[in-house]
């Protein structure tokens, strides 16, 4: 319950449905404003075509879009005088949505790929590893080394910090370091992540996937094969 100066009590349902209302409204007003939600007195007007066709009042311009069975839509709210359009709300709707989705789609989710390492890995087996960094950090993903220390060798952590810096400076091109060699138990750790080269080339490469994923579910969907291939070398064979 909510008390006032006035000593009446208002209820606190009351009180959540006038602020639930209000955040509705400021979320209805970040929209596009559209027919008679638009304040302004003059506008410029583009029709349904694309073609200027200049400052009209708002009762023209709302008239034009109702004999064309049409919305008006403000798309340029701060301009002056601001600009709308003469479009179908519903259908421009769907199809910012649909780039919205496509948008996501192309966008990928960051995993952090653990590689394991020991002070004792030889220079071949690093090499294998960096390479395998490399392809983490060119497909937009994390890269997280994990040096484990066994028994003594925990008293020679100069060996895994040389190891560690030795692989970010091999992967500097590609990366950046996102948290500095730092021990976790008995386990130092080196976290890399993709700088803006890497993530733009995973960026291109999945754009580039998607046509070839989309024209190979096609190609799979064809014709067909056709059975005339035998009748014809019988008849050859006649």
């Not at 479009?87 to 910012?96: A, I, P, V």
């Not at 390479?131 to 484990?148: I, P, S």
């Amino acid at each position: 319950m909510l008390y006032l100066p006035s000593h009446r009590v208002i209820p606190a349902r009351f009180v959540f449905c006038c602020c639930h209302d209000f955040e509705r409204s400021a979320a209805i007003r970040d929209r596009l404003r559209i027919n008679n939600r638009i304040r302004a007195r003059e506008v410029r007007l583009i029709d349904e075509n694309g073609a200027q066709v200049g400052i009209v009042s708002i009762r023209d311009a709302l008239s034009m879009a109702e004999e064309r069975g049409l919305d008006l839509v403000e798309v340029a709210p701060n301009a002056v005088p601001p600009v709308c359009r003469i479009l179908d709300y519903g259908k421009f709707r769907y199809e910012q949505s649909k780039k919205e989705r496509e948008a996501r789609k192309n966008q990928k989710q960051v995993e952090v790929k653990q590689i394991r390492l020991e002070p004792k890995t030889d220079d071949h087996d690093l090499e294998v590893k960096a390479k395998q960094a490399r392809r983490f950090l060119m497909e937009g993903d994390k890269v997280k080394f994990n040096l484990r220390f066994r028994g003594r060798e925990i008293f020679h952590q100069e060996i895994g910090q040389e190891m560690l810096e030795r692989m970010a400076e091999e992967l500097r091109d590609i990366s950046v370091v996102e948290q500095r060699p730092t021990m976790e138990g008995r386990v130092l750790t080196l976290l890399l992540a993709p700088n803006q080269k890497a993530k733009t080339q995973a960026q291109r490469e999945r754009q580039q996937q998607t046509p070839r994923s989309t024209a190979s579910s096609t190609s799979k969907v064809g014709t067909p094969v056709s059975d005339a291939a035998p009748d014809d070398q019988d008849d050859e064979e006649d």
